[in-house]
């Protein structure tokens, strides 16, 4: 089996290193991975720039790519100009934080493996949902235990999964719940303050405490201490509002 | 009415100039926009850096607010930090060259109307479908009919219009479309290269020549000539493939 890994955390992250060991037991591990952090990078592309690429080394040996360039950029670059055989395979992550609910849109994690879905790969991206002193060891079994499966089942095109693990010890974790994304929103707002030489700058800042009504969601299921994995595609079309839109009479 | 105005061209590309110019007689336009070309951010956003607002002049008059951010960023920005009342529609454009199909997820004209449908507000992206010698009279013009038309008409919560315009003379565009997002995608590759100082570097490169067999898409709008308008909405569950994965036993 053929593997690219990627992340948006960047190639020198730690989970992405836990990932990739996890996953040698499956065949030819290739990482390409940002030389730099890039979180909430969304689905961008590098387009008016080029893009570089070096070797990374981790505890002294070879671990893969670095490029200057995004999580999209990324998987794009592994499969079309440094993987000499197409993956089988591309599983991004496991990133610091969980890409839930809408927040998947201005996930980097996502949007690596969405890469793989539109090329027409299995894909899946992984999410620890914490940001401090995170235990990437039961993220890193759940994905080895679906990039098992992956060999045997099939996903529609276009589709990958979108997998987001909670913060709790393995035997804490409840279960595994197949779920729908959440329609709730990050909370944010602004921190307007002013720098040493008197101009104004403005942090970016919120919340995410949203109810959600909706019990299969990706939001309740981590919540509640379960496994979410959703699957996700990009279809975007509002099917539902296509004929009133057409009774608009534009 | 009160507008909110973005692109991602940047705050002094042509087409948010005449954009700005044609909707102003609905009412108070605001104008919060990139300082600097940001194409295919997608749905970036920016938190690990401090973003900076300072006004911008046009013709020697103030024309709006450009930030160090994305246009996600900037419609974030323009309704919690500069717009003293909440708007009542968010326009993002006119984009130089066209956002159809999975273009979409690279987009950073559809992100800027998508962080405005995600905080409720009714929005729409308009893009051009020309990268050469761009007249957007015809574009606006579309895009004045459409704001008149959004003060009596309601989008579904979380769905936004994604306009294309093709670019020929007014009277020689065909009509206007209700669209659906065409599933086909941008065919690229890497053009690799060797620097004056012996470094390799990569550009990305690639066609749009896709078969395209769904002739509502808007791919197939554009093409033949017509104005293509989709709903999208940012639900990315594959609610076909729910049941199946149930199935799987994770």
Excluded at 57 to 71: D, E, H, L, Q
Excluded at 119 to 141: E, H, K, N, Q, Y
Excluded at 177 to 190: A, E, G, L, P, Y
Aim: glycine letters at 10%; a neutral charge.
């Amino acid at each position: 089996m053929e593997i690219l890994i990627t992340n948006d955390d960047g190639i020198y992250a730690e989970g992405i290193y836990v990932l990739a060991d996890a996953l040698k037991k499956f065949g030819n591990i290739t990482v390409v991975a940002p030389d730099t952090q890039c979180s909430a990078v969304g689905h961008a592309i590098t387009i008016t720039d080029p893009l570089r690429v070096v070797t990374a080394k981790r505890n002294g040996s070879f671990f893969g790519y670095a490029a200057s360039g995004t999580p999209a950029d990324c998987v794009k670059l592994g499969i079309k100009a440094i993987m000499k055989k197409r993956p089988d395979l591309v599983v991004s992550g496991i990133n610091l934080g969980g890409n839930q609910a809408y927040n998947i849109l201005y996930s980097g994690t996502v949007s690596g493996a969405t890469e793989g879905a539109l090329l027409g790969i299995p894909s899946l991206a992984v999410s620890l949902d914490t940001f401090v002193t995170p235990d990437f060891r039961p993220a890193a079994a759940f994905a080895v235990k679906l990039a098992g499966m992956m060999k045997n089942k099939k996903l529609p095109p276009g589709s990958l999964l979108n997998v987001n693990i909670p913060h709790l010890p393995d035997g804490r974790i409840k279960g595994v719940r197949v779920t729908t994304q959440s329609k709730t929103c990050f909370n944010d707002w602004f921190d307007k303050r002013t720098d040493p030489h008197g101009q104004t700058y403005y942090w970016m800042t919120g919340d995410y405490k949203p109810e959600d009504t909706d019990k299969r969601s990706d939001l309740n299921a981590l919540r509640a201490g379960y496994i979410s994995v959703t699957p996700i595609q990009f279809d975007l079309t509002d099917y539902a509002f296509l004929g009133e839109l057409e009774n608009w009479g534009l």
